[in-house]
T-cell receptor, first 113, second 112 residues
Framework: DTEVTQTPKHLVMGMTNKKSLKCEQHMGHRAMYWYKQKAKKPPELMFVYSYEKLSINESVPSRFSPECPNSSLLNLHLHALQPEDSALYLC????????????FGSGTQLSVL | QQQVKQSPQSLIVQKGGIPIINCAYENTAFDYFPWYQQFPGKGPALLIAIRPDVSEKKEGRFTISFNKSAKQFSLHIMDSQPGDSATYFCAASIGYGNKLVFGAGTILRVKS
């Protein structure tokens, strides 16, 4: 079982809704990530937090707003999404930023109607 | 230069066969090469990883072969089972602070 826990597992939202995705890890990792994955494609990096500070934003639209309340928690706030934003949203963590030992959660399958 | 090219796109093997998935890269600064396994509706799971100072690494039925001069690495699955049917992604990164670059993925089906 993954040690990165994501909730909810599934989410359906309208284009005017506001929702949040949540992620938690207890491995003592200091880097946390949000990825977006479309069907049959590799994960695409969205945001990286290092020691609770945003270190990378891959030019993600402002309708996605990340938040890192503490070293174990990561949120992704969603507002005014478009149908093309429907995807699997993955949280990940690692001891340090970069690719070494990157551990993914099971993801939130998001559908925007 | 930041790309990792993965092949084949899909692969079907019989149970007990040895599927091989290949990846190639251009950037010689890459120093960490992991493989991820992903089942439908789940996140990718780290399967095995290798550093460029080693030519081969085995973990259970999974083996990475690494050819530094050719800038290629591959995943071999020994005695493949239907439960190995999944999408496999190779990836590469440079040290710390740089993002993981993924290959396009290979959909593997192991027929029973």
């Amino acid at each position: 079982d993954t040690e990165v826990t994501q909730t909810p597992k599934h989410l359906v939202m309208g284009m005017t809704n506001k929702k949040s995705l949540k992620c938690e890890q207890h491995m003592g990792h200091r880097a946390m990530y949000w990825y977006k994955q479309k069907a049959k494609k590799p994960p695409e990096l969205m945001f990286v937090y290092s020691y609770e500070k945003l270190s990378i934003n891959e030019s993600v639209p402002s309708r996605f707003s990340p938040e890192c309340p503490n070293s174990s928690l990561l949120n992704l706030h969603l507002h005014a999404l478009q149908p093309e934003d429907s995807a699997l949203y993955l949280c990940a963590s690692s001891q340090r930023t970069g690719g070494v030992g990157l551990a993914f959660g099971s993801g939130t399958q998001l559908s925007v109607l | 230069q930041q790309q990792v090219k993965q092949s084949p796109q899909s692969l079907i093997v019989q149970k007990g066969g040895i599927p091989i998935i290949n990846c190639a890269y251009e950037n010689t600064a890459f120093d960490y090469f992991p493989w991820y396994q992903q089942f439908p509706g789940k996140g990718p799971a780290l399967l095995i990883a290798i550093r460029p100072d080693v030519s081969e690494k085995k973990e259970g039925r999974f083996t990475i072969s690494f050819n530094k001069s050719a800038k290629q690495f591959s995943l071999h699955i020994m005695d493949s089972q239907p439960g190995d049917s999944a999408t496999y992604f190779c990836a590469a990164s440079i040290g710390y602070g740089n993002k993981l670059v993924f290959g396009a993925g290979t959909i593997l089906r192991v027929k029973s």
